[in-house]
């Protein structure tokens, strides 16, 4: 089966293995099927050689979190996030992989007012005590949200699909921090309702494509497109490549996270006493591996807090995955098990995770989670509580 995938890209394997430490579900299967290697071993007998896609062929691609580990850790630089993309949506092309429901599921996602709804309905069967734990939702999904404000045109702010649904108050605290640092901001809303990021991540590059052409359309150009989700970032960044036309390429040079943004501006933002919190910093793989700009992170973070520390396990995946925690429960789970020990030793008292599914992934767990503008938003609003007494003068740390 001709998988599309470019035969200079596969051959740029060199089968060294390097990249096997990297790998999450290698590291908690030790089946070489499940490590990249593997995979594109396979990739060259699916398209190179006419081996059939059995189950366990399309298992190997399906379980595959696409978290990019493997990438960084390449001496020969394989594309390997395009390649299992790409092999994802020939999967999907022959009904090998995401069923009908799954893909009527992720059509939902571009339904803002839908989305809304059925959280409401799902807050209030939690409310209940309906809805099972082992499905991963936050603890407490909002009845309610606090509508969006514009406050100027400096920047848009992406809101997204399900982040805007289930964890608006991120947006609504990134949205302070921007402005704190003298933005006027553009919540992006309804009129871009979602990045295609987890329909790719399902092989539905088509529905993507649709997506990212719609909210080319939709956003005014020249305005700075401001991102507190790490998945999404990543897949509006690369929308240059999927559309491969120069608009596709000129929206995604706009596409900036949220603390890349922030970094080079950090004086803008009042000095403040810092929290009194150890913080764990877990970089979501796609700000790490994909985006490749976590250190921002850090370096935004660290003037607002007591106390940054990294965690022992080299950046390896939460095992969140896009929607792979919900489809692949077991093993997501199992993935998560080797990030929870790694912050245990850390002795943090919070996690800061800037991405979605990673602090739902992660909280589902037992851990406490937030997203670092959270605490810089929290750090803020402290000092402008009322009744504060006056801050004596403070230098802000250079740390991180
Ligand atoms: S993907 Fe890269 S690191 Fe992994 S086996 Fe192939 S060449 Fe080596
Ligand atoms: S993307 Fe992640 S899970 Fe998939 S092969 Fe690479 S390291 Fe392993």
Redesign the pocket.
Known sequence: MDLGLASDDLDKCVQCGL?LS?????RVTGDET???RG?IALMRHVQHRGAPLTAEVVDAFE?????????P?CPSSVP??HL?EQTRSVLVASGASTPWWQRLAFRQLARPRLLRAGTTVLALAQRAHLVPQRLGLPARLPLRRDPHVVSGRDVYLFTGCVMDAWQRDVHHAAARVLEAAGCGVTPTGDAAPCCGALQAHAGLLDETRRLARRMIEQLEPDVPIVVDSAGCGAAMKDYGRLLDTDEGRAFAERVVDVHEFLAPILDRLPTVDPLDLRVAVQDP?HLR?VQRVHGATRTVLAPFVRELVELDDDGL?CGA?GAYSVLHPALAGTVRSRKLAAITRASADVVASANPGCTMHLAAGGCATLHPIELIDRALSEERAPGRPPRRSRRRSSRG
Do not use: K
Not at 22 to 26: L, R
Not at 63 to 71: D, L, S
């Open positions: 990249c990297s790998c999450p579900t290698y499940m490590s990249p995979r379980t595959c979190i696409q978290c990019r580990g493997c990438e850790a390997y996030g299992i793989c591996h995946c995955g």
